[in-house]
């Protein structure tokens, strides 16, 4: 008597969280562009986070408000009884506001080791001290990354080339690029990238997916590059509403419930 | 900042494009438009632009530049008048680095009333409502030139101590500790050190909160007669963090946070007061300028040739002459380098970059060609992260599913100072907590994802925060034998690793990781579900189940959710049985048992009339 009529008996495969299938398909694509993958940490020190990026002292990202600040150990003990001491090395670190700290990093290591050019990009979790709703989270991935290399080879024209190519591979060939002038304190200049995406059935429409420019000469002499050698981009977006617009996904909140409905919420194809 | 269209004409002979057409101006070369309605546009103005651009004379110049048509008429490149001097204002300020300049007028004779239509409809053509001549005229101002004013009424200030000969005198100075100033709008603040008051310096009473929000004391009425106006320049940081201190943002404190020059405060002074005697009558006794130190203009060059190398661009000498004739910028041309001298309220323009940025936005980014980059001489490096990702894959295959949680905690080794849920004011040291949580909630839903045969097990690759310095954690719900640290033996043995210090490249070297395309997301009800079992024998034919399945789509009322197969079998007679799991679950509501037995009831009866007989 059969009594496994349901099963083929071979034991069924795990599934991915649709955030790591979204972050192989768009390092895959960078790669082919010749970027490499950079990881940071994500309790930052003031420096990459803030300061070398030319964000100003009295900056309002700087603020309580926006931003995550470590309790400082010399005014609280934690719950669990531990002295304040022992994590005296954190004072003044934030959870970092973006992945560009990592950029900043990255920077500084072509400073030390006397490289010229540089492509990376760098997918990690970021925090923001804000509500959240169905499109703000707390905390949420960003996929941040830079080009540089000696004067005039990394320009504002590959900047556009480069998403270009990665737009219309992630969302398909008749996707459209703009750039649109806006304002970070890390490049100048400063562009916002907006992107055309058809969803079949649907109107096309431009939607705003991520902040970029050329990196400001303050950040570059603030890795310790010479910022008349050096010249290169930068850019940083949201990674959850790339899959929002090209899924369909309402609500920011499902990428870190735990709930592994989420990882089911899709038919799913190996390639 | 809100304009009007019909505001921003008044800089312009030739009429101007309609609104749809001004916002795609502005949009592809200068600022987002938050929002059109009718005649007004809401503009996005970005903060290295708000000094200058937070005013309608400011965003008509940029619209000049991109538009490409003449400025009429520039109220800032007008001279200023030679403005009566007296001592019958007085003027102290206490700290330079927090009031840059502070201009006082004395105006006598003024008759307060409505204002005319005019004003009136441009006040409210923008948002704001319109309250008297007198207060309209130095808000029209501000959103005309971006300059903030306010007008305090003269004869509810102290005459100086005895044998004074009538004058005011204007303090500006910290706030004491716990001083206390109630606003226009008659709320109380208690105040701070860190906050800069105007005074009655004679009284030492605030009257104004520098650079917020006038005081009651002095207020403008209708029976004001006498004004003591101010145009003034309070330092920016010490603006915002007062202002947020007090939670008390105004049209002021925003623009004072944005640092326009203290040139901008004569201009504002020479307008309102023109406004005033011409709407509001009176007569200008004096006025008082105490500035300092006056900001130097340093000039900026660029050659053509950084801007081509920067942008990647093709532009000619030309075009570039010509985007900083638009801009109006003073500029000295020697063979290929522009080197501009910013008019004052062009405090954003310092290195040649911002320069650049002129170039580029103002011809249009859509001039610069996308361009592939070449491929570097060496090949990329990603063997950390597939590394990583042939875990996953190696998880993924044996069954787990990957899950992601909030790196917030309850307890931990670093606290946060500001926590967003009072709660949750830790980062999390181990995924093991919220992993166990997943595992509890996904052990409940399973029935609706997972095969019958399939048991949940999930793992997470995220950071986490030890006092011993942030990892990079892979945390399994089951052991994988193969991996997992030396160290670990007992209950969690093989269950986690560092993949912070694991030595991945080489693992990762080669390896391509699995690539999946999804569908559309398929939403999923919140509302907790109800399960029941239905098993029947059927004759032996295939058509049955088809038909089955049908009968349980027609009856479910709605709320069937799914039907799983869960058992099929033969007996010795040849009699085939079918089991099946069926799944309640609603969209909008939490279902009860007797709903769903209702159902079943159904069920039961038709599977009946069909002739299945129900085990």
């Known amino acids: ?271 | 900042m809100k304009v009007s269209l019909k505001w921003l004409q008044n800089y312009f002979e030739k009429p101007l494009p309609n609104a749809e057409m001004v916002s795609d101006a502005y949009t592809f070369h200068a600022f987002e438009i938050d929002e059109m309605q009718g005649d007004m546009l809401d503009v996005k103005v970005l903060p290295n632009r708000a000094a200058d651009c937070l005013s309608h004379r400011g965003l008509a110049k940029e619209l000049a530049a991109i538009l490409n048509i003449p400025f009429a008429k520039d109220p800032l490149a007008e001279a200023l008048p030679d403005f009566p001097n007296s001592n019958k204002l007085s003027v102290e300020i206490e700290d330079s680095r927090k009031c840059l300049r502070y201009m006082g007028a004395v105006v006598r004779g003024v008759k307060v009333g409505p204002s005319p239509v005019w004003l009136k409809e441009a006040i409210e053509s923008v948002g704001q409502r319109s309250i008297n001549n007198v207060v309209d005229a130095t808000n029209y101002v501000m959103l005309n030139i971006g300059q903030p004013l306010h007008a305090f009424d003269a004869s509810k200030l102290s005459n100086p101590p005895a044998g004074g000969d009538g004058a005011v005198a204007i303090g500006i100075r910290n706030a004491k500790r716990g001083e206390k100033i109630t606003t226009l709008s008659n709320e109380v603040y208690e105040l701070s050190e860190n906050i800069v008051v105007i005074t009655d310096a004679h009284a030492d009473a605030p009257i104004a909160l520098a650079g917020i929000k006038g005081g009651k004391l002095a207020e403008v009425t209708m029976d004001t007669t006498d004004l003591v106006i101010e145009s003034a320049n309070f330092d920016g940081t010490t603006t915002r963090r007062a202002a947020q201190a007090l939670k008390l943002f105004t049209d002021a404190s925003l623009r004072f946070q944005n640092r326009p020059s203290p040139e901008l405060a004569a201009y504002g002074m020479r307008d309102v007061l023109a406004l005033i005697t011409l709407i509001a009558g009176g007569e200008v006794e004096c006025v008082v300028d105490e500035y300092p130190a006056r900001p130097q203009v340093a000039s900026v060059s660029v050659p053509l040739a950084r801007i081509n190398s920067v942008l990647g661009s093709d532009f000619s000498h030309a075009q570039a002459a010509d985007v900083f004739r638009r801009l109006g910028l003073e500029t000295r041309i020697e063979r290929d380098v522009f080197t501009v001298t910013p008019s004052f309220e062009r405090t954003d323009l310092i290195i040649p970059e911002d320069l650049v940025e002129e170039v580029g936005r103002i011809l249009g980014y859509d001039q610069v060609p996308p361009t592939a980059l070449p491929m570097p001489a060496t090949a990329p490096d990603q063997s950390r992260f597939h590394g990583i990702e042939r875990m996953k894959d190696q998880l993924i295959e044996q069954g787990f599913i990957e899950v992601s949680t909030q790196s917030f905690a309850k307890k931990g080794d670093i606290l946060l100072a500001n926590p967003l849920d009072k709660n949750m004011p830790a980062l999390r040291i181990t995924l093991e907590d919220n992993l166990k949580d997943a595992l509890t909630r996904a052990k409940y839903v399973a029935p609706l994802v997972l095969a019958p045969n399939q048991k949940p097990k999930l793992f997470e690759v995220g950071t986490v925060f030890p006092k011993e310095g942030e990892f990079i954690e892979l945390r399994m719900t089951e052991r994988v034998p193969e991996w997992g640290l030396p160290a670990q033996t007992g209950e969690s043995a093989n269950t986690f690793d560092n993949l912070s210090i694991a030595k991945l490249e080489d693992y990762g070297k080669d390896y391509v990781p699995v690539r999946y395309d999804l569908g559309v997301y398929q939403p999923f009800s919140l509302y907790p579900f109800i399960t029941r079992d239905v098993s029947m024998w059927i004759s032996n034919s295939d058509e049955a189940r088809g038909v089955v399945l049908r009968l349980f789509a027609e009856r479910g009322s709605g709320i069937l959710r799914q039907v799983q197969l869960v058992d099929q079998f033969t007996n010795k007679e040849g009699r085939q049985s079918l089991a099946f799991r069926l799944i309640f679950q609603s969209f909008e509501r939490t279902l009860t048992d007797e709903e769903v037995n209702g159902v079943m009831e159904h069920i039961h009866a038709a599977l009946a009339s069909k002739g299945y007989e129900v085990r």
């Open chain 1, 1 to 271: 008597m059969n009594r496994d009529a349901t099963s083929n008996g071979v034991n069924p495969e795990g599934r991915l969280h649709p955030i790591s299938i979204a972050v192989r398909e768009i390092a895959d694509t960078f790669s082919r562009m010749g970027f490499g993958i950079a990881y940071g940490p994500e309790l930052e020190d003031d420096w990459h986070n803030f300061t070398a990026l030319n964000v100003p002292e009295d900056h309002p990202a700087r603020d309580m408000q926006d931003t995550f600040w470590v309790r400082d150990p010399e005014r609280g003990r934690s719950p669990s009884g531990d002295s304040g001491d022992k994590i005296k090395g954190n004072q003044g670190k934030v959870l970092r506001t973006h992945a560009t700290s990592v950029t900043m990093r990255k920077l500084e290591d072509m400073a030390k080791s006397g490289a010229t050019e540089m492509r990376m990009i760098n997918p990690g979790k970021v925090f923001r001290n804000e509500a959240t709703d169905m499109t703000h989270e707390a905390q949420f991935y960003q996929v941040d990354g830079l080009a540089v290399g000696p004067t005039g080879s990394v320009t504002l024209a590959h900047l556009k080339g480069t998403f270009d190519t990665f737009y219309r591979e992630y969302f398909g060939p008749n996707t459209k690029v703009r750039f649109r002038p806006s304002f970070f304190g890390f490049t100048e200049p400063s562009v916002e990238i907006d992107v055309w995406f058809e969803v079949p059935g649907k109107e096309g429409r431009w939607l705003e997916m991520c902040g970029a420019g050329m990196l400001h000469p303050n950040v570059i002499r603030n890795a310790g590059l010479d910022p008349e050698k050096a010249q290169g981009f930068a850019f940083g977006g949201g990674l959850e509403r790339l899959l929002m617009v090209k899924y369909g996904i309402p609500d920011i909140r499902l990428f870190y419930s735990g709930d592994i409905r989420f990882n089911y919420a899709f038919e799913e194809k190996k390639v």
